[in-house]
């Protein structure tokens, strides 16, 4: 079975701190994606990367940067973390679109706390 | 205007009846349409997508698309208590998936 895994899935870490969240997929997709969900927000796009070494900003990239350096592996990076980073990340992966028929496949996710 | 507007709900409908579920959009440049289906505390898993107008059938789901009005629906007959969910439509903006803010539906037996 097809899977996409978070390194965590509860994480508190204090004000400031350089936060790495990691994201490994088996399924040899070209594209990997990081949202973070929130009550009453939804699902927000932070970054998404469709190669290795490739990356793109999504609609709240703030505060946020991005690692690929190996296929399998997507990493979120909170530079400095602040206590409005609390929240549920969640990465994902797809193959190319392009009449494709596949949606993402999630992780599990991460509840990240910022204290 | 918000990219994905679903009515937040909750939607409740009795064991049996026909869930329908409704979202707009405001990318015409979006080519597919997502649903996923979300379970408190769990993450999202896909239902079904659609690329054409008309309507998709997929067991007890039926999406419906009108790229015209800018309008995707999921119908879910025979409604269960275990579809008792959050329901996020999620029309594609280039390689990416915009989620709406998704909608409670609560079946009750």
């Known amino acids: 079975d097809v899977k996409v895994t978070q390194s965590s899935r509860y994480l508190v870490k204090r004000t400031g701190e350089k936060v790495f969240l990691e994201c490994v997929q088996d399924m040899d997709h070209e594209n990997m994606f990081w949202y973070r969900q929130d009550p009453g927000l939804g699902l927000r796009l932070i970054y998404f990367?469709?190669?290795?070494?490739?990356?793109e900003k999504g609609d709240i990239p703030e505060g946020y940067s991005v690692s690929r350096e190996k296929k399998e592996r997507f990493s979120l990076i909170l530079e400095s973390a602040s206590t409005n980073q609390t929240s549920m990340y969640l990465c994902a992966s797809s193959p190319p679109w392009g009449g494709s028929n596949y949606g993402y496949t999630f992780g599990s996710g991460t509840r990240l706390t910022v204290v | 205007q918000k990219e994905v507007e679903q009515n937040s709900g909750p939607l409740s409908v009795p064991e049996g009846a026909i869930a329908s579920l409704n979202c707009t959009y405001s990318?015409?440049?979006?080519?597919?349409f997502f649903w996923y289906r979300q379970y408190s505390g769990k993450s999202p898993e896909l239902i079904m997508f659609?690329?054409?107008?008309g309507d998709k059938e997929d067991g007890r789901f039926t999406a419906q698309l009108n790229k015209a009005s800018q309008y995707v629906s999921l119908l879910i007959r025979d409604s269960q208590p275990s579809d008792s969910a959050t329901y996020l439509c999620a029309p594609s903006r280039g390689t990416a998936l915009i989620f709406g803010k998704g909608t409670t539906l609560s079946v009750s037996s």
């Open positions: 990367s469709y190669d290795v070494k490739m990356k």
């Open positions: 659609i690329y054409s107008n």
């Open positions: 990318d015409r440049g979006s080519q597919s």
